[in-house]
């Protein structure tokens, strides 16, 4: 059985995090969407840019891992610091969605 390269095994790694953090936020989505139709919710402008915001940075996770699947060995490592940095943000940015969700719904 062939060992998988570090490349492979951070990409493959990387790819479970991105499905993770899919299902994370179409659970926030679904959250906010209910809330509204209950009532709980207004929809607001500040929770759309949250929410737009969030959108972007998981757009720009998949980005990064497409370039890092498509990069070299000798270039993939670079590739794995922008990622690494994109998922930071993304965590970030689900983080303030969750928070500004929370907020909205008690007022």
């Known amino acids: 059985m062939k060992k998988m390269s570090a490349k492979a095994a951070y990409s493959k790694s990387a790819r479970n995090k991105l499905v993770e953090s899919r299902a994370k936020l179409d659970g926030i989505r679904t959250a906010i969407k209910q809330a509204v139709a209950a009532g709980r919710l207004r929809p607001s402008e500040q929770l759309d840019r949250t929410l737009s915001a969030m959108e972007v940075n ?3 996770a998949e980005t990064q891992l497409r370039n890092l699947q498509k990069s070299g060995e000798d270039e993939w490592e670079k590739m794995r610091v922008q990622l690494d940095s994109t998922w930071e943000n993304l965590a ?3 983080a303030n969605l969750v928070a500004r969700f929370s907020d909205e719904s008690r007022d």
């Open 92 to 94: 970030r940015s689900i």
């Open 58 to 60: 998981f757009r720009a």
